[in-house]
């Protein structure tokens, strides 16, 4: 088992014939992934590095069964492919792209939660299952199958996780980057309620960073909730305050959203929080 | 990005935001002609920087006459105000804006934001007017309404008379409070605003509600739709860094401390500020360089940070994810011959290709030192100053 994306995934890319969604496309096939086409208005009919190009969401689900979308669509038109998605009826929708205006995406989020899909992101790194699928632009080769899962805001802070793991010999059931935004598809909360329900995640790291709530809110719901052990981090203890730190949401006001009150937070509901960037793995592996 | 408290206003005005009558000024002498035309009994002369405080720093002043304006206009213009808000270093005020006097009845706190737990927009209201609200949630929770606002109906008048009740407006305030609320919360979704504040919102002994300050800040992710945000942007009131920064598609964030950090992605950017702190010193910047920085990215990169005079030690921290290492690597030696690095550099790289990478650097006559983990990285960048 694993959670979101697995060997049943049938996964269109939104926005493939563009430079970055095509490279990813390639990749996620390399991995493994089983991608069944892709979607460009206007391209429909055509094909592309042998993908198949639809001229619309539903085509695609029609032809194809699809029933995952990866987008890479500029952020102008992001929330419209979103909305698109959701509209045809695609489980996961999994939205890569970053610099989505907050007010769009309120609107895009109340259409999603009333939806039957499940939205990732944006501006977020997707999900793998190693060996399984990769919807996503993470380095697939730095994963190793396994038994833990991960939860990060962050791209690259997830790789150097995964990474520690897997070079203590430890690998991952699935990971699953909710993106550093204000307003996103899944949050902490979400994600822990699959991990827990995933027979195969023996244990959680979660990354979080400055800014929000979020990880206060999934503390608690650790606590009353999560039946596994769970290690995390904290981005953005040196970061100044008012000072938005590259992600949108990654701003300190006031006292509210510091690494220091949420990682009291963290700990004061038993999880055990990594003092440093370095030690994420060694922390998880302390709890096993 | 944050506007001027008269741009806001302006806003206000557009959006049918009752506010004072007032106009901003280059010179003392313009001041006092408006003044003259105002005919008021007393006037509030206010520097236009980005940042709260003003009041304590002597950059707002209450006058009687229009001559005491213009005077007091041309005191302040090139003045440099330290608040809690700017630094040490302080800000240089270029515009002072001049308007009528109101007589404060009470005040009152009304904003709008983006809430994330909510993920709605919410109006926050308090009758705690003119105090750091953030003082206010901490101490007197009970005296913040804290009201969402669903996207798809928008303001409706339950929401005017249940903020005016808690406010304990009477019938004709409320009515007032009407297109107040209505226009914030038009002028937020409109102009795809991150922060609409009024602080204080006042009535004053006429029975009038206004809003005798404006703070507002725009969603910088909205930038394409809306190019009035580039002539509200008053690029001497940012760090010319980062703005340099932003031209180079790049985030940057300048610190205090003595080791310069180059990195990709947000997240791995301040775990790097983090594990250098961890292991004694202090990071000189916050430097995101992107999923796919080129040659010419790096070299702007490292010319920033050397731009400090801080700076002691560059610590390179990539996980190249999708982005080959042994790009990063040619990138890093052009740069550093171009740019001439003086100061110890210290290269992390992980991820594709990355033995490749580590070779091109051992092998260039550059004085480098990789390291093969986050932890030697920062130990080592630490060693060396």
């Known amino acids: 088992m694993s959670i979101l994306v697995n060997n049943d995934t049938k996964l269109i890319v939104q926005g493939i014939t563009g430079s970055q969604g095509l490279f990813h496309a390639t990749q996620c096939r390399e991995y493994g992934t089983n991608v069944v086409g892709g979607v460009t208005p206007g391209k429909g009919g055509t094909e592309v590095e042998g993908f198949e190009v639809f001229d619309s969401v539903v085509d695609a689900r029609k032809a194809k069964g699809a029933n995952t979308s990866l987008i890479f669509v500029p952020a102008a038109f992001a929330p419209d ?73 962050s791209g690259t802070l997830t790789y150097e996780a995964v990474w520690q793991l897997t070079q203590l010999g430890i690998g991952q059931s699935s990971c699953v980057g909710i993106g550093g935004d204000p307003i996103i598809g899944s949050t902490f909360i979400d994600i822990l309620e699959l991990f827990n329900n995933d027979p195969k995640t023996e244990g959680v790291i979660m990354i979080g960073e400055i800014g929000g709530s979020a990880e206060q809110e999934a503390a608690h719901w650790i606590k009353d909730n999560f039946k596994k052990p769970v290690a995390a981090f904290i981005a953005g203890a040196t970061a100044p305050k008012g000072k938005r ?24 509901v038993g999880i055990k929080v990594s003092p440093s960037p370095a030690e994420m793995g060694e922390t998880l592996k302390s709890l096993l | 990005m944050n506007i001027h408290e008269y741009q806001a206003k302006d806003l206000f005005r557009k959006f049918n935001i009752n506010t004072s009558e007032g106009k901003v000024f280059e ?185 005798l300050d404006a703070k507002i800040n725009f969603d910088d992710n909205a ?117 001439g690095i003086q100061v110890p550099l210290v290269v992390r790289l992980e991820g594709t290709n990355v033995d490749l990478g580590k070779k091109i650097l051992e092998e260039s006559d550059l004085n480098i030192t990789t390291a093969d983990t986050m932890k030697d990285a920062a130990s080592t960048v630490v060693s060396l100053i």
Not at chain 1, 124 to 130: A, E, F, K, Y
Not at chain 2, 263 to 291: C, Q, R, S, W, Y
Not at chain 2, 300 to 316: P, R, T
Not at chain 2, 327 to 336: E, F, L, R
């Open chain 1, 81 to 153: 492919a979103i909305l698109e998605a959701t509209d045809a009826g695609v489980e996961l929708i999994i939205c890569i792209t970053e610099g989505i205006p907050t007010n769009d995406m309120v609107s895009v989020k109340k259409v999603v939660d009333a939806s039957s899909s499940t939205l990732i992101g944006p501006n977020c790194p997707g999900v793998i299952t190693p060996g399984e699928a990769k919807v996503g632009i993470m380095p697939g080769y730095i994963h190793k199958e396994g038994n833990i899962g991960i939860i990060s805001k």
């Open chain 1, 245 to 268: 730190m590259g992600h949108a949401g990654a701003i300190v006001s006031g006292s509210s959203g510091s690494a220091e009150e949420k990682k009291n937070v963290l700990e004061s």
């Open chain 2, 27 to 211: 010179s003392g002498q313009d001041a006092e002609e408006y003044a003259k035309s105002l005919n008021s009994n007393e006037y509030v002369v206010k520097a236009q920087i980005h940042a709260g405080g003003r009041g304590k720093a002597g950059g707002v002043k209450l006058v009687k006459t229009p001559e005491e304006v213009g005077s007091t206009v041309q005191e302040m213009l090139g003045m440099t105000l330290v608040t809690h808000q700017t630094g040490p270093e302080g800000k240089v005020v270029n515009k002072v804006y001049v308007e009528n006097s109101s007589i404060i009845e009470k005040e009152y706190y009304l904003s709008i934001v983006t809430d994330r737990s909510n993920e709605k927009n919410v109006i926050i209201a308090s009758p705690e007017g003119g105090m750091d609200i953030e003082k206010v949630a901490e101490e007197t929770p009970d005296k913040l309404l804290t009201q969402p606002i669903d996207p798809v109906s928008g303001i409706q008048p339950f929401h005017i008379r249940k903020i005016a009740y808690f406010l304990g407006f009477n019938k004709d305030q409320t009515k007032q409070l009407g297109p107040i609320l209505s226009g914030i919360y038009k002028l937020f979704t409109e102009m795809d605003c991150a922060l609409v504040e009024i602080n204080p919102l006042i009535s004053t002994d006429q029975g009038e509600i206004k809003a």
């Open chain 2, 223 to 339: 930038e394409f739709r809306h190019k009035e945000f580039v002539d509200l942007h008053d690029p001497t009131e940012e760090e010319p860094l980062e703005l340099e920064a932003k031209k180079w598609g790049f985030s940057f964030v300048k610190l205090d401390g003595n080791i310069g950090c180059l990195v990709n992605g947000a997240g791995l950017a301040m775990a790097t500020m983090d594990i250098i702190k961890f292991h004694g010193e202090e990071p000189a910047n916050f430097l995101d360089v992107g999923g796919g920085a080129s040659v010419e990215q790096v070299t702007q990169a490292f010319k920033m940070i050397l731009s400090d005079q801080n700076v002691k030690a560059i610590l390179v921290n990539i996980f190249g994810g999708i982005m080959k290492c042994d790009t990063i690597a040619d990138g890093i030696i052009i740069a550093a011959k171009e740019v």
